[in-house]
């Protein structure tokens, strides 16, 4: 189910552009409009899930679609080391309330984060 007042059902359906690098049945990645490093793609769940704290326990198979879509850009862009990260809550610095898992790689990635 779509929230209106969602940037990333927006980009699901669409409405806002986005750059695309991977979709399927149930996940987009598509590239970071400000990017923190060389290759920064998020992978979102088309269906709208505000974080993982709203996951449920029969959300296994999105996970794994998540998961496997991440792996496949991460390969097709040639990256070795990389690091998939999701933020839950502002004060962990969720800023988009649509589930994403960020993918980083293309530099030395320090640890642990900020
Ligand atoms: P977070 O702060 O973990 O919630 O991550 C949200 C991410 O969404 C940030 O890295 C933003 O740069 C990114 N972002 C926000 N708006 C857009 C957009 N229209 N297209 C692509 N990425 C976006």
Known sequence: ???PECLFCKI???????????????VIVFRDIAPRAPTHVLAI?????ASVADLGDDDGRLLAALFAALRR????????????????GP????SV?????????GRPLSWPPG
Not at 73 to 88: H, K, M, P, Q, S
Not at 91 to 94: D, K, M, S, V
Request: cysteine-free.
């Open 1 to 3: 189910m779509a929230d």
């Open 12 to 26: 699901v359906a669409g409405d806002i552009p986005s750059e695309r690098v991977h979709e399927d049945g149930e």
């Open 45 to 49: 769940p088309r269906r709208h899930v």
């Open 73 to 88: 850009v991460a390969t097709d862009t040639g990256l070795a080391d990389y690091r998939i990260v999701t933020n839950v």
């Open 91 to 94: 004060g962990a610095g969720q």
């Open 97 to 105: 309330f649509h589930l994403h898992f960020h993918l980083l790689g």
